[in-house]
């Protein structure tokens, strides 16, 4: 494979970063250098999830190889992150499908996050039991 025939994006999601590779192929998909159903333990939800890009855009018989590399964050947060990263290298491949997969609301990162422990705190928020008296 040539070094300018991929389309390369970034997919964030909680503490999950998916790095992505797009490419003309048979259709593959690699997650750290597993296939996908593999490294997701065979989970329809999992694989229906990394597959919505193409569903909207009604590619699914597409052949197109995906390699990722993921790390951090917990499952469903990595293939959140994997959905994200897959949706954008679409969309730099191709600019047209950018506001189909707009609309389907894949190409925005969703900002929730784990807020951080503050001093004083048992928790982000939960405080000691008041007493009155």
Known sequence: ??????????G?????????????????????????????????????ELMRPFTALEMENAKYDISVVVSGGGHNGQV????LGIAKALALMN????????????????PREKERKK???KGARKQRQFTKR
């Not at 600019?95 to 969703?110: C, E, F, S």
């Open 1 to 10: 494979m040539a070094a300018a025939n991929y389309f390369y994006a970034l």
């Open 12 to 48: 964030r999601r909680k503490s999950a970063t998916a790095r992505v590779r797009l490419s003309n192929g048979k259709g593959n998909i690699t997650v750290n250098a597993k296939p996908a159903a593999e490294y997701l333990a065979d989970s329809k939800y999992f694989m229906h």
């Open 80 to 83: 959140e992150a994997i959905r």
């Open 95 to 110: 600019q047209d499908l950018k506001g189909t997969l707009r609309r389907a609301d894949l190409l925005g990162r969703d």
């Open 119 to 121: 001093f004083g705190l």
